[in-house]
């Protein structure tokens, strides 16, 4: 089911990162009228959205397809996320929960690996070559970020219940998911340094934030359930 809390439909998301790439096509394009603009940010929007709204309906068919479906996709401002009330379901298997995982990130894979090939057909400096960039870096962002071992996201269960398989406790697996994001999180922390050293702010500004986030629930500042 798809649940909708009042008006958290409407595309508050899109209409943000529409004016968003619409002054990035003006940043790098200065010649380019703000209706020029305006058409370039309508198109490169979507390949930057969509790739998160295939990913969640990547999970979909991925717990669909192993007999454990979602119990809800809500949209939230014009966004879907993945609803399982119960994470810690033990009607569903390590190798279930893994499958369910997994299917995001396979998914922008494809994708990205698609983009990468469709980026050949392009024209440096065309329109097009800015929409399959897009393509590119968002479809790398989510195969690549979604793994990080941080629950909530991806890795975090792939981490855990790859640990539950091998014979760990749920309190075990837990622990350990805490140790190894303090290790990630400082590995973090010292790309962001070395990015904003570098004068790459968007990238250091990227690690910044998900190395709080992965310290944070290292040191159980931040739960699996709350970081849902």
Request: aromatic share 8%; hydrophobic share 50%.
């Amino acid at each position: 089911p798809i649940v909708v809390n009042g008006l958290t439909w409407l595309p508050f998301t899109q209409l943000a990162v529409w004016g968003i790439m619409a002054w990035v096509a003006g940043r790098d394009h200065p010649e380019r009228s703000w209706l020029a603009r305006l058409r370039v940010g309508a198109l490169t929007m979507p390949v930057i959205l969509g790739p998160e709204w295939g990913h969640n309906l990547a999970h979909a068919a991925a717990a669909q397809l192993v007999g454990k479906p979602m119990d809800a996709l809500r949209i939230t401002w014009g966004m879907p996320l993945v609803v399982y009330h119960d994470i810690n379901d033990q009607s569903v298997t390590p190798s279930q929960h893994i499958v369910r995982a997994l299917g995001g990130p396979v998914f922008n894979t494809l994708l990205f690996l698609l983009a990468v090939i469709s980026r050949q057909f392009t024209r440096l400096g065309s329109v097009a070559r800015e929409v399959v960039n897009a393509a590119v870096g968002m479809n790398l962002f989510l195969s690549t970020v979604s793994l990080l071992p941080i629950p909530g996201i991806d890795g975090g269960p792939i981490l855990k219940w790859s640990l539950v398989e091998r014979g760990d406790s749920l309190e075990q697996a837990d622990e350990m998911v805490k140790e190894v994001n303090k290790v990630v999180g400082i590995g973090l922390g010292s790309g962001a340094v070395f990015a904003f050293k570098k004068k790459r702010k968007f990238i250091g500004a990227i690690l910044a934030m998900f190395s709080l986030i992965a310290l944070a629930v290292g040191w159980g500042l931040i739960s699996e359930q709350k970081a849902d």
